[in-house]
């Protein structure tokens, strides 16, 4: 009797304990398992906290949450993307200056000095190259020389090995711009296109570098490697785009595009437009060559025995005249060519804890008369590719 009245009294006791353990796990559980609305705002606030895309704005608040601040923990820094800045230097004549070493070079990002993850001197550095052809009315006066020219530039960049890291692609633009000739690392389909085109109508330029910007097929790797880089065939002149230069030249910025111009204004007529190029070119740490500049000068006949050919140009047909325009047209593709192919090559990740999105830039090079062209600046925040 005894016995049987402890097993009974032994059953009650374990069973009451079962119950008090879990009613103590009860609220832990419910906690754990609440609302669905509740636990994803914590997961949200957490993200927020932890996880902020590197080309994003700053976080506005919430920063200085306990969660964030966990001993061991690295504060994740709004940052940006990898900036690449192609250098070019030349001597006091022009010519590249190719033999210096990375500790001849200093890159300033707001006057504060970085700190270098790449360089090259490297010649060849994988490239893309979007040429931009004006096709208005203005080009037909020499359109001739500037469609050999193209061809030329084309053929010199775009050599058709696909191991070479250089690929092109055609914009053409007059009343409406449009990708000719989309991105490949065949120049054939752009050297073909370009020999059949005949120019008449406005000028979209803007468009067209917005074009080059946005509607075109990408190459894996841009805009670190490879670069981007555009050259412009035309006079700068814009009577037809949707959009402005001051919003080319910041998205240009913002994508990294280096941008070149080989300028379609002849001597002797005034062209308000040339500063869109030289912007266009100076923002981006490019250049403008001008061929038909001054090629009158040393030319016998022109003063002379000018004649009026449509309002449009001082024509001379003597073969000293043919000779000197196919000399500056070799000359400036050999320019543009020699500097796409010659850079120096910096990257490096900005520790720049300023607030600014577009952040000045300066290289500088230790070293007397040379002269260096890179770009301005760069936005922080550089969309993907």
């Not at 120019?199 to 894996?220: E, Q």
């Not at 006949?301 to 024509?315: Q, W």
Request: proline share 5%; with cysteine.
């Amino acid at each position: 009797m005894l016995s049987r009245f402890c097993n009974v009294s032994l059953f009650v006791f374990g069973f009451a304990l079962c119950l008090a353990q879990q009613a103590e796990a009860w609220p832990q559980a419910k906690s754990e398992t609440g609302p669905p609305a509740v636990a994803a705002a914590d997961k949200g606030k957490s993200d927020t906290t932890v996880t902020i895309a590197p080309a994003g704005p700053p976080a506005v608040g919430g920063g200085d949450t306990k969660d964030s601040k966990k001993p061991g923990d690295t504060p994740f820094k709004v940052g940006v993307n990898e900036v690449i800045v192609p250098v070019t230097v030349t001597d006091e004549k022009g010519k590249f200056v190719i033999d210096l070493d990375k500790k001849d070079f200093t890159i300033f990002e707001e006057n504060k000095p970085q700190t270098m993850t790449f360089f090259t001197r490297e010649r060849n550095q994988p490239v893309v190259i979007g040429f931009l052809l004006d096709m208005s009315t203005a080009s037909r006066i020499h359109w001739k020389n500037f469609q050999n020219a193209t061809v030329e530039l084309i053929q010199n960049l775009i050599t058709g090995q696909k191991d070479s890291g250089y690929s092109g692609y055609l914009i053409d633009y007059a009343q409406d711009a449009e990708v000719a000739v989309d991105t490949s690392s065949d120049p054939e389909p752009m050297v073909e296109k370009v020999r059949k085109l005949k120019p008449g109508g406005g000028a979209a330029l803007y468009d067209a570098i917005w074009l080059a910007c946005t509607s075109r097929k990408l190459i894996k790797g841009e805009p670190i490697e490879p670069r981007r880089v555009l050259v412009i065939i035309g006079d700068g002149h814009d009577n037809a785009s949707k959009h402005s230069l001051a919003q080319v030249v910041e998205l240009a910025s913002r994508q990294q595009f280096t941008i070149y111009c080989i300028s379609t204004q002849a001597f002797g007529f005034t062209n308000p437009s040339d500063d869109n190029l030289v912007k266009l070119a100076q923002e981006t740490g490019g250049r403008v060559v001008y061929p038909l500049d001054e090629i009158y000068r040393d030319t016998d006949g022109y003063l002379s025995h000018p004649s009026d050919d449509g309002n449009y140009a001082l024509t001379v047909g003597t073969g000293s005249y043919i000779n000197v325009v196919d000399g500056k047209m070799y000359k400036a593709v050999a320019d543009i060519a020699g500097e796409i192919t010659t850079q120096y090559i910096i990257r490096y990740v900005s520790d720049n804890p300023v607030d600014k999105n577009y952040r000045n830039l300066k290289v500088v090079v230790q070293l007397g008369n040379v002269r260096v062209r890179a770009r301005k600046g760069y936005y922080a925040n550089v969309p993907g590719s």
